[in-house]
């Protein structure tokens, strides 16, 4: 190592690093040598980002030693790198390794302070780690999410619901972060959080704070996003007409119980949340469990896939959407260019083996509708 030139020093130590053989004295070496030598330090991140992008655990430590450093020194070489960095928080804390996820989530604050344009696809990623064990983490998150909802409130306008959701945790630092960033997201949100509601002023009591906000969104306009609210703090029964605008019962009772038995057996997998089948409106026509069924996200999707436009028939088991949301994965598929199977599941599963297990359901539907 001595008497190799500085380059081959540093893809020495990366290639250490991602066999797993990694440590304090080889992370600080390398840092000292790019440091000595910019030139080296693009490569060095993309050799050390390639290693996470490969799901070596046993390596992340090191990697994000070396990176946290490059952040400070040199940000605008990982500002495209935020997606990556994002995985390191997801996989890291899944794993509960509290300080790889912490240097992690510090990387991603210096380069969202660098690129505005990064906060958006960052807030439901660290609003995540609002719920977190470690309270170090959870100190982070708040005051990450306080600085964007310093710049941009209007990027929590999708994840109120997650808020109001937090102030229901029985964590208090969760409960008074989430109180704290309601707040402070009000003031220029007022038709989505009444902005002269004190929610600090409540003695605690956020859980009360959370129902009354709730029921004043009955004086709101109520459509898409807020029946998705109401519904996912248990408050569906606010929802005005719900069941006559979003249930499609064009195929005979018979029938729909038949499916709707299919679903809650295929349902029992440990991978899924709930399944539901619409129609070519959109419109559910049968759940596995319609207690769960957020029928505001099924409209939503069903605007993406557009039976109406779907490709022919010969190719119909081709047209499937995948989404990989931070807390859910959804993947919807066309049966007989007439009806969508829509399968929610937990994140962390492996995405690549739903569409094969959704298709074993699919075929049980088709084989169904087709034979009644």
Same mark, same amino acid.
């Given at each position: 190592m001595v008497f190799s030139s500085p380059e081959k020093q540093a893809t020495k130590a990366i290639i250490k690093i991602g066999e797993g053989r990694g440590n304090k004295k080889l992370v600080d070496s390398l840092i000292k040598n790019i440091s000595n030598h910019p030139e080296l330090i693009r490569g060095t991140a993309f050799g050390l980002l390639k290693i996470i992008k490969a799901r070596r655990? *046993?390596?992340?430590?090191?990697?994000?030693?070396?990176?946290?450093?490059?952040a400070k020194t040199r940000p605008e070489v990982l500002i495209g790198s935020s997606e990556t960095i994002i995985l390191l928080i997801r996989i890291s804390a899944d794993s509960h390794d509290a300080n790889?996820?912490?240097?992690?989530?510090?990387?991603l604050n210096v380069l969202i302070t660098h690129r505005n344009q990064l906060m958006q696809p960052v807030v439901p990623v660290i609003l995540n780690r609002l719920n977190d064990r470690d309270n170090h983490i959870r100190l982070l998150a708040y005051q990450m999410l306080d600085d964007i909802a310093t710049v941009h409130p209007e $990027? $929590?306008?999708?994840?109120?619901?997650?808020l109001i959701r937090s102030m229901h945790s029985v964590n208090n630092d969760e409960q008074i972060y989430a109180g704290k960033l309601l707040r402070k997201v009000a003031r220029t949100s007022s038709n989505l959080i009444p902005h002269d509601m004190d929610i600090e002023s409540k003695d605690g009591d956020f859980a009360a704070v959370a129902d009354e906000l709730a029921e004043m969104m009955k004086k709101i306009d109520l459509q898409a996003y807020a029946s998705e609210m109401l519904e996912s703090i248990g408050m569906g029964d606010l929802i005005v007409n719900k069941n006559d605008e979003t249930l499609n019962n064009q195929l005979p009772d018979t029938l729909i119980t038949r499916i709707r038995?299919?679903?809650?057996?295929?349902? @029992?997998?440990?991978?899924? @949340?709930?399944?539901?089948l619409t129609g070519k409106d959109g419109k559910v026509i049968a759940s596995s469990d319609?207690?769960?069924t957020n029928k505001a996200? #099924?409209?939503? #999707?069903?605007?993406?896939?557009?039976?109406? *436009?779907?490709?022919? *028939?010969?190719?119909? $088991?081709q047209n499937r959407i995948t989404l990989e949301l931070y807390n859910k994965i959804i993947v919807a598929?066309?049966? @007989? @260019?007439?009806y969508m199977l829509t399968v929610y599941s937990n994140p962390g599963q492996q995405i690549e083996k739903i569409p094969d297990e959704l298709d074993a359901i699919k075929k049980?539907?088709?084989?169904? #509708? #087709?034979?009644?």
């Open positions: 655990i *046993e390596a992340y430590g090191f990697c994000v030693d070396v990176l946290l450093n490059i790889t996820t912490l240097k992690a989530m510090d990387i $990027f $929590f306008s999708e994840y109120t619901v997650d038995t299919i679903l809650a057996d295929s349902s @029992n997998e440990e991978w899924i @949340n709930y399944i539901v319609p207690g769960l996200i #099924i409209m939503k #999707i069903y605007d993406i896939f557009n039976l109406k *436009e779907c490709i022919s *028939e010969d190719q119909e $088991f598929v066309g049966i @007989n @260019n007439d049980r539907i088709k084989d169904v #509708i #087709i034979t009644s």
